[in-house]
């Protein structure tokens, strides 16, 4: 597979490449240049197929000439330990549960796919280190992620506040592979670093400097597997359209889907479930992409203005408008019904949602009360991104039940210090990495 910019064709890249630079240096965002049909790979697959199994199969013809069959297994072994769950509620609804992993959190597939894949590429001795802008939930799945990979620093870049869930003992000057970096200003800041180091080219060559964020197409291009594994567990019991529905803040998660679909899996639409921000609505309704204002909601990991994948989505459409405006459905969602939903899901189907998956649930059954079909009821697979736990204030307040935190999860309420705090500035955080390495 190689990837080109999405600002250019002109020059082609491996998946190596692309993941260990994940900026293009012509600008843009990287992306395949052509998808392989995989169908051959997962069709076969039943129940039966575990997800290191599915991972291990459709990686190696995926990214021919760079994973064979053996490196592809010792990855998606070292990778996951866990894997998602397909929950069906009834005919019409089934929960894709993406936080199974370490943190609770969806992320935990791509980072621990990206972690593994590295270290599986830097075996000839080149190091990386892989720096990511985090309020929370990235930096805690980076951290288990990447933790004693051969190889590999990550580096934890966060703005004022504290940083939770980590254990000192992986921290750099601990005998630990782990940077955290306190950034005085805000979440933008630390994004803005981040883009910064990667380009300065000079500083970032000699570390091998890449990033675990969804600018990075080795974090995002995984995702798709979830998919595939969701329709191998779903086909037998296929009447009528598969679509799924998905919780949309930097739209990673929806890029992802795409990508799955591309790859032979015969979903017939997305739901693009957003919250009042509603941040791409008038873009997938043929409008212009306008930016506004942030709103605050009870679904805050969505409460995203200008989401970082606009120009890989923008690829899409650009390549096939008329396909994309039938493929992918928008939908915004405001905090009443989020939580009238949460309520509503608890007491038909005894599931408590957390709000992000909740704001994917509502839209689903917006969609389809909105779309008059002639064949059989479509079946709709609702991501669930993020553990009930995580959101336990906002489902007590929404169901009245009370969640009990999982002890695995419990750690990551603890709060620590950094190992450096500093301006945001990039000669500051070089002189923190140098420092600190």
């Known amino acids: 597979m190689q990837f080109r910019s999405t600002q250019s064709n002109k020059v082609l890249v491996s998946f190596k490449d692309a993941l260990l630079r994940c900026l293009p240096l ?6 395949p240049t052509s998808v392989m049909d995989l169908r051959q790979f997962f069709f ?3 129940t039966d197929t575990d997800y290191p199994e599915l991972v291990a199969t459709v990686a190696p013809p995926l990214l021919h000439g760079e994973l064979n069959p053996f490196s592809a297994s010792r990855v998606a072994q070292s990778a996951f330990a866990f894997e998602p769950e397909l929950q069906q509620l009834d005919e019409r609804f089934s929960l894709l549960n993406l936080y199974n992993g370490p943190t609770g959190v969806f992320k935990d597939f791509g980072i621990s796919f990206l972690a593994a894949v590295m ?14 802008a985090t309020r929370g939930d990235t930096g805690i799945s980076m951290a288990q992620a990447f933790y004693q990979r051969q190889n590999i620093i990550a580096c934890l870049l966060y703005p004022l506040g504290s940083i939770r869930g980590l254990d000192p003992d992986t921290f750099m000057g601990n005998g630990g592979n782990i940077i955290p970096i306190q950034v005085q200003g805000t979440f933008d800041d630390c994004q803005r670093l981040v883009i910064e180091i990667i380009k300065d080219r000079l500083f970032a060559e000699p570390y091998g400097i890449t990033t675990a964020n969804s600018l990075n197409p080795g974090r995002l291009l995984p995702q798709a597997f979830y998919y595939l594994y969701a329709f191998i567990k779903l086909k037998k019991q296929l009447k009528g359209d598969l679509l799924f529905s998905v919780p949309c803040g930097n739209f990673g998660n929806l890029i992802a889907g795409l990508y799955a679909w591309k790859f032979g899996m015969p979903a017939q639409g997305f739901i693009a479930a957003m919250n009042a921000n509603n941040a791409f609505g008038g873009f997938l309704n043929g409008a212009a992409f306008t930016p506004h204002g942030l709103i605050p909601t009870v679904s805050p990991a969505l409460d995203v203005s200008v989401p970082s994948n606009y120009e890989r ?17 928008p939908a915004s969602i405001d905090d009443r019904t989020t939580l009238e939903v949460m309520d509503k899901v608890y007491k038909h189907y005894g599931v408590c949602l957390d709000p992000h998956g909740a704001v994917a649930f509502a839209a689903a059954e917006r969609v389809l009360a909105s779309h008059d079909r002639a ?5 709709v697979v ?3 991104t993020g553990h009930p736990a995580r959101e336990a204030e906002t489902i007590a307040k929404a169901t ?4 009990v935190m999982p002890p695995k999860l419990g750690v990551l309420k603890r709060k620590l210090e950094p190992m450096a705090i500093i301006k945001p500035h990039l000669d500051a955080l070089e002189g923190a990495i140098a420092s600190c390495i």
């Open 382 to 384: 609702v991501l669930a």
């Open 44 to 46: 076969y697959m039943d």
């Open 375 to 379: 064949d059989e009821d479509p079946h």
């Open 313 to 329: 989505l923008l690829s899409f459409y650009e390549e096939a408008p008329a396909v994309m405006r039938n493929m992918v459905f």
């Open 26 to 31: 012509e600008g843009g965002l990287y992306v």
């Open 400 to 403: 009245g039940q009370t969640i």
């Open 119 to 132: 270290e599986e590429l830097l075996k000839n001795n080149r190091r990386g280190l892989c720096i990511s």
